[in-house]
């Protein structure tokens, strides 16, 4: 009988060390990850991004995570997932397609590892939300998250002592 991947979101307001982690995570396991595709598209932008290309940052991350979440992995690591984008959406654009709230529900998510914002915040050309924003969006993260009633932990410490945390909750899995 084939099994499905478990599926591990590694999320978290902006910089608190997902994309590291989601790395270091699919190594350890020798499992797929599927990196966070909102920065790879809007780094190529050459203008504000626009309602429809946050929705087409979406439907690719659906797209992706399609791909991989019949395959023979025991994990498929995920940078980030549609409950930021949704917040996303309402943040900027005050509402979100209708669609991404029944793809919420429906997919099926073993693990959401929500990195804390315990590491500084690092400016780049495509962060927004430092400061205090950066703390209410983490607190929005954590609440949708859990009225959607998804497994979650928060991952702390720095360095490798987070690493090892996130090891820690994913061994802990049933």
């Excluded at 984008?85 to 099926?108: L, M, Q, S, Y």
């Excluded at 009225?147 to 702390?156: A, D, L």
């Excluded at 360095?159 to 899995?173: H, K, P």
Aim: hydrophobic fraction near 40%; charge should be neutral.
């Amino acid at each position: 009988m084939k099994l499905s991947p478990k599926i591990i979101v590694v999320t978290g307001a902006e910089s608190t060390g997902k994309s590291e982690l989601v790395r270091k995570l699919a190594t350890h396991f020798n499992c797929p990850l599927i990196p966070e595709y909102a920065r790879e598209y809007i780094e190529t932008l050459n203008r504000k991004y626009l309602f429809k290309d946050v929705e087409h940052i979406a439907r690719m991350q659906v797209e992706k995570l399609n791909r991989l979440k019949d395959s023979n992995n025991d994990f498929v690591f995920v940078d980030t997932w549609l409950v930021i984008t949704k917040v996303w959406f309402d943040e900027v654009f005050g509402h979100a397609p209708d669609w991404i709230e029944k793809t919420i529900r429906n997919t099926k998510i073993d693990l959401f590892l929500i990195c804390d914002t315990d590491l500084p915040w690092v400016a780049d050309s495509v962060r927004e939300n430092g400061g205090e924003k950066r703390n209410l969006l983490q607190e929005k993260y954590i609440q949708m998250i859990s009225s959607y009633n998804f497994n979650k932990e928060i991952v702390t410490g720095k360095n490798d002592d987070r690493f090892i945390n996130a090891l820690t909750m994913i061994y802990g899995l049933k």
